[in-house]
């Protein structure tokens, strides 16, 4: 039901106009999500979130005296796809800012485009790190805000001696299953006791690959799964899970890109006790995501729930707003020096900081699935900053990015130079 709701949704390319004001009177803010495709069933929720947040600003006169207008595309869940209305978004709609994308392979398709052209763009959703753009901030996790607290707490509070990471065939997780093999054999957990599976987008049959999964553990030792699959497949592997009788008691699953969202297409009935982690859940206790919860149930139907991405979007937006105040014009790279700094409380009681390498310091969290589609927040750290290098690949632990002080993004601590990350994806 969903994802129908998600692909009808998706269905139209909007522009969002603001009648009473020409178009040199409003600052355009472009929307690059998915409303179609496989994707649209995360997507579509930041597209909405992106329209609610624009209609509050504009509540309170909008920013520099202006009125906000979303220009809205759908790039479909077609990576190439990503790259041209990027484009068009910037040369024909002329927007000031971007938010959007959510796989690593689509903000890859965009990012040579935003070089290119100067633009700007914040990207919502963990992904696997790697990379620092003078023209994007990455306001979702990276690795060390997800995927490695989330493996100390298979090991440390689990008791998991083996591995099956499982994800969708593209680079945000292979790349992070990479830094997690590494991390893991650090951890002294042998090469045999992690077995890694890539599935196309929108694959549907799990019961070989679950079976596998339950085969690992045959010698009587404790297995997890640590799940980097993406988009509408996720229906398919949890349904498995359940039909062959799997509880989380017996083989627990970490998911990465499983939030409140995917979880309301499913019958969560038999996923209790499984788990992701998050830098933010709906249930998390403050007043000020209290607040968030209700303007967007007001907005949007009790039904709809909130996510992790979602509340990305909520800072950047919020962190670029009071950038373009503070650097008084949307010019790209004065924004940029004025984002870096910024600090804006996040809504799980805390306040997120932006870094010199365009990261977030974020807390992470750890939920556990309930029968509703809700997660029950089981583990919480103060605030992480977010590194766009890891520690746990050679090649990557040289690297630092510092756009305040190096002006760089790819900084080498041993020949002390910046090298110039290429842009040929």
């Not at 292979?174 to 650090?186: A, G, H, P, Q, V």
């Not at 999964?213 to 349904?239: E, R």
């Not at 919480?380 to 290098?389: I, K, R, S």
Request: charged letters at 20%; aromatic letters at 8%.
């Amino acid at each position: 039901m969903t994802i129908l709701k998600s692909t009808l949704a998706g269905a139209m390319v909007l522009t969002m106009s603001l009648p009473a004001f020409a178009a040199e009177d409003t600052i355009k803010v472009g929307v690059l999500h998915s409303l179609s495709g496989t994707m649209a069933i995360s997507e579509t929720t930041l597209k909405d979130t992106m329209l609610m947040l624009i209609d509050e600003q504009n509540a309170k006169g909008g920013v520099l005296g202006k009125q906000l207008e979303a220009v809205v595309v759908d790039p479909a869940s077609d990576w190439p796809l990503f790259a041209e209305k990027a484009r068009e978004l910037l040369t024909v709609q002329d927007v000031d800012v971007m938010f959007g994308c959510w796989t690593s392979v689509s903000r890859k398709s965009v990012l040579p485009v935003i070089e290119e052209l100067n633009g700007l763009l914040f990207y919502p959703v963990q992904y696997e790190g790697e990379e620092s753009s003078k023209n994007v901030f990455y306001t979702g996790a990276a690795p060390n805000q997800q995927a490695i607290p989330a493996t100390d707490y298979f090991l440390d509070e689990l008791g998991v001696e083996k591995f099956a990471l499982l994800g969708t065939d593209y680079v945000y997780p292979r790349t992070t299953n990479n830094i997690l093999e590494s991390y893991l054999k650090s951890k002294g957990i042998a090469e045999e006791d992690i077995f890694v599976n890539y599935t196309p987008f929108g694959h549907s049959d799990w019961s070989k690959i679950v079976a596998d999964v339950v085969a690992l553990g045959a010698d009587g030792k404790k297995v997890g799964v640590i799940s980097t699959i993406n988009g509408d497949a996720n229906i398919g592997f949890y349904k498995e899970l359940a039909a062959a009788g799997i509880s989380a008691d017996d083989i627990p699953v970490v998911a990465f890109s499983v939030g409140e969202e995917e979880l309301s297409g499913l019958d969560t009935t038999n996923l209790v006790g499984h788990l992701a982690a998050w830098n933010y859940f709906q249930s998390a206790e403050s007043d000020l995501n209290d607040e968030f919860v209700a303007a967007w149930k007001a907005k949007m139907g009790d039904e709809r729930v909130t996510n992790d991405p979602m509340e990305a979007h909520y800072i950047g937006f919020n962190m670029w707003v009071n950038a373009v105040e503070a650097a008084g014009t949307t010019d790209v790279d004065a924004v940029s020096t004025a984002m870096i700094g910024q600090e804006y409380p996040n809504l799980t009681g805390g306040t997120a900081v932006m870094l010199p390498n365009h990261h977030l310091a974020k807390p992470v969290l750890i939920g556990e699935i309930q029968a509703d589609g809700q997660f029950d927040i089981i583990s919480q750290t103060a605030e992480v900053p977010g590194d766009a290098w890891t520690d746990f690949l050679p090649e990557s632990a040289v690297l630092k990015s510092d756009w305040k002080d190096l002006g760089c993004g790819m900084y080498n601590t041993e020949t002390k130079s910046c090298v110039q990350l290429k842009s040929n994806y």
